[in-house]
């Protein structure tokens, strides 16, 4: 190894028993089994590489203690130093025989002096957590139920693992992100350290702006600077400030475009460099991209709703889940992909909870690229942790600081917040009132954040606003109304709710293909322990979330899902993946349609933990549930929506998120039970540029019809209601109303039937049914299609697009619909099955 920073990726790992072994000195006598260990990872993934350990296996990780080495070559050099990205979590370093560091804070970077020789070993050491945790501390005003340690609450990290309802037995323990050695003498040929504090940009509708402070070390007697982005350079204003150097000003681009999310416009980046002169020596230093933005948060009359450079914005889509929770580390390639995902169906956000981790560099700036916004818990969730405690307090300032100087110049995050659940568990637990107030949130994360990161919206923990923290109707919500506590989906409307920042958690079932994966030897899901054990739960609760959706099953399709699943295993999870479906997209409609005071909903969870129902609407793969599908017909950016109205009719909301004009047709038919055409309308619309409008069926059909069967006049008159919103390229979106509701008898043959045909690398699928198709699905293993989870109205068609996988040769699969019994084969092309 040369003078330079290079990653030290390739470790050993061994497992003890806790304090059994106290330092480097003791390891060969200890007889300990040494197993191959990749660096960024944990001692789980370590394992699981090495085919010693899975998810189903019962490994306390928090019980023992975890010892890493590494030997590396270097030349000798007194400036040696070591940078540990991040350590779970209680830990000891040695280099060369010498303790080197000590941190309990799995959140905080460390870079260390090293007595670099030419052959150096590295030792490290996780200590048991369980162990450490033993001594006896002050107790807490408050327990929670998400963990088993108590405790927990004095040490710096995550819960993941360590929520035994509803996460795998993994704590995350070990060299969790990248250890780096530096070797070598400063010389004046050597970029300065650049540290920026202050990188704000804004966009006033028609400049971008840039303010920029930093520190500069290691510059010599005279230095000079500009700083560049995309085509625009300022001259800085240089001080000496004591052995920096301070660098300051301010960069106006005139008609610069500006960042925005994906679903309001496009997120356009430029790229930034700091340009040093130091004693006549020039230096360029990258600073990654800007993204021009001005971000607004109005809580007036108890709200909580974003604008983005002055448009107001919806924000819809999930709460963030690491791809790979075992290691917590995930290629760039693996993030693209799960982003995409939440990009194509028109979400506009993730959030990343007090329970999880903080992610890569390489995450946000993905999600600057792709235009997704991003709300960011700091990582505290349920506990009352001690912020009185100097030490404590110290780590958590280092946190902070070191956090807030990776997100500052990313347009992306535009959300802070200083937990999840604090203060609610708090209040759910009876705690005195003036006792529920969380002044981590409140006051030292706050402070930070108005230093730090001012241009980013701010919430002192979530939920928070109400009379107490879990009342929906004020403040940002946590919102279980429809989902846990099995209320009507009208409760969606009664909840008032302003912005929501969890909800519809459900068991939500995967594809046949992965179920018949997770569940080998013909078991069936449904009851079975492996099934049953990773349905999410409460902990200490008398029900899982798939009684929450066996609830829905019975409620719009009218019958017993025990009985059902007795019968029919098949047909009771196609009911429970249809009736989430019905959930999410009514409730997400009803949020986001004109009128409605809530301004967002990020749904619980993206992507499953672990394979099974999960709360994710991705399932463990990163592949679409119903869910999924659900979230991308209530989140286009242009969509019809359609909500009843009782006595009022049916309405249809058209909204349009994009930044231009649209002009195109609102088509609604009727459809009587025999499939018939019984009424058929269009009108022109025109909708502003982030607009939306609401329009009467009745007012477009030109009279009465009853259609939210409210008057009850006789049996309902029509079967299927129809609406299409469409522009000169054709369908844009289109919803059904079902004046009977969901309970609709199978029948033999529906006239549905599919085709495949090979169109470059994908397959194009057309399907098409004679009859009203009710939610309309494609199973095709090694196959990933665009669209799925619809409706067909009688004589309609469906073109959705099927992308195979990795080592995915042959197309083959069958199209069914929840109102047809049996299935129907894809007929394929021979140049498709190719």
Not at 764 to 790: M, Q
Request: proline share 6%.
């Amino acid at each position: 190894m040369r003078d330079g920073a290079h990653s030290l990726s390739h470790w050993e790992m061994a497992r003890a028993p806790a304090g059994s072994v106290t330092g480097p000195v003791d390891l060969c006598a200890a007889d300990l089994e040494w197993v191959p260990a990749t660096v960024p990872g944990t001692a789980a993934g370590a394992l699981r590489a090495a085919g010693a350990w899975s998810v189903d296996d019962d490994v306390d990780f928090d019980a023992y203690d975890w010892w890493f080495r590494t030997t590396f070559t270097a030349e000798p050099a007194s400036s040696g130093r070591l940078r540990f990205g991040g350590i779970a979590t209680v830990a000891d370093v040695w280099c060369n025989g010498e303790h080197v560091l000590t941190t309990d804070n799995m959140f905080v970077e460390h870079v260390v002096e090293a007595p670099l020789r030419e052959h150096n070993h590295v030792v490290v050491v996780c200590r048991s957590l369980r162990a450490h945790l033993a001594a006896r501390r002050p107790r807490p005003r408050w327990k929670t139920r998400l963990v088993e340690l108590q405790q927990l609450r004095w040490v710096r990290t995550s819960l993941l693992g360590r929520m035994p309802s509803w996460t795998p037995p993994a704590a995350p323990v070990g060299l969790w992100r990248s250890v780096d050695v530096v070797c070598g003498e400063v010389t004046s040929d050597d970029v300065p350290t650049v540290h920026v504090t202050t990188m704000r940009t804004r966009h006033d509708g028609t400049s971008g702006s840039v303010d920029f402070v930093a520190h500069v070390v290691g510059a010599g007697a005279s230095a000079s600077a500009r700083l560049i982005v995309g085509e625009v350079a300022v001259d800085l204003d240089v001080r000496p400030d004591a052995a920096r150097w301070l660098v300051s000003g301010a960069l106006v681009a005139e008609g610069a475009a500006p960042w925005f999310p994906s679903t309001h416009g496009e997120p356009v980046l430029h790229e930034a460099a700091l340009e040093l002169d130091v004693d006549g020596r020039r230096h360029r230093v990258p600073l990654g991209h800007v993204g021009y933005r001005t971000v607004t948060v109005d809580t007036s009359d108890g709200g909580f709703a974003l604008a983005i450079n002055g448009v107001p914005i919806f924000c819809r889509g999930a709460c963030w889940v690491p791809p790979d929770v075992v290691t917590l580390n995930a290629a760039p390639c693996e993030l693209r992909s799960v982003l995409g995902r939440v990009r194509a169906a028109g979400m506009n956000m993730v959030r990343l909870t007090g329970t999880m981790v903080y992610e890569h560099d390489d995450f946000y700036d993905l999600c600057d690229e792709l235009g997704i916004l991003v709300w960011q818990d700091f990582m505290f969730a349920n506990m009352d942790y001690p912020i009185d405690d100097p030490a404590f307090r110290a780590g958590v300032d280092a946190e902070v600081a070191q956090l807030l100087d990776r997100l500052r110049r990313h347009p992306s995050v535009v959300v802070l917040c200083g937990g999840s659940e604090v203060e609610q568990q708090a209040a759910m637990m009876g705690v005195a009132p003036d006792a529920i107030t969380n002044p981590l949130g409140r006051s030292v994360l706050a402070d930070a954040v108005a230093e730090g990161l001012p241009d980013a919206g701010y919430v002192q923990c979530s939920p928070s606003g109400g009379v107490f923290p879990f009342s929906p109707a004020s403040g940002v919500a946590h919102y279980y109304g429809v989902g846990a506590y099995r209320r009507p989906l009208i409760d969606a409307r009664l909840a008032s709710v302003r912005f929501v920042s969890e909800c519809l958690a459900f068991a939500n079932v995967p594809s046949r293909e992965q179920v018949d994966a997770f569940m080998p030897d013909g078991a069936q899901p449904g009851h079975g322990p492996r099934w049953k054990a990773r349905v999410p739960r409460d902990r200490g609760a008398g029900w899982d979330f798939e009684d929450v959706r066996d609830h829905y099953v019975r409620d719009l399709f009218g019958c017993d899902p025990v009985d059902v699943r007795y019968a029919d295993p098949d047909r009771y999870l196609e009911l429970g993946r249809a009736a989430v479906h019905i959930a999410i997209n009514a409730t997400i409609s009803e949020w986001r349609r004109p009128g409605s005071e809530c301004a967002g909903a990020l749904v619980l969870l993206l992507r499953d933990l672990w394979a099974g129902a999960g709360w994710g609407i991705l399932d463990h793969t990163g592949l679409p549930k119903s869910a999924y599908d659900a979230m991308a017909r209530a989140c286009a950016p242009t969509a019809v929506l359609l909500t009843d109205e009782g006595l009022n009719g049916l309405a249809a909301h058209l909204v349009h998120d994009r930044p231009t004009p649209f002009e195109g047709t609102l088509r609604v038919r009727l459809f009587g039970p025999d499939a018939a055409v019984l009424a058929s309308e269009e009108v022109d619309v025109a909708i502003a540029p982030h607009g939306a409008c609401v329009r009467s069926i009745d007012e477009i059909l030109g009279g009465f019809r009853d259609l939210t069967y409210a008057y009850r006049f006789g049996p309902p008159a029509y079967d299927v209601v129809a609406v299409q919103l469409l522009d000169a390229s054709g369908v844009v979106s289109e919803a059904h109303h079902l004046p009977g509701g969901h309970r609709r008898a199978a029948v033999p043959d529906l006239g549905l039937q599919a085709t495949g045909r090979a169109v470059g690398g994908v397959v194009e699928v057309h399907v098409e049914s004679a009859r009203f198709a009710h939610f309309v699905s494609l199973d095709i293993p090694g196959y990933v299609v665009d669209a799925n989870w619809f409706h067909l109205a009688p004589g309609d068609g469906r073109t959705v697009i099927a992308r195979p996988a990795a080592g995915a040769r042959v197309l083959s699969g069958e199209v069914r619909a929840l109102n047809s019994l049996g299935s129907r084969s894809i007929r394929v092309a021979k140049e498709a099955a190719a």
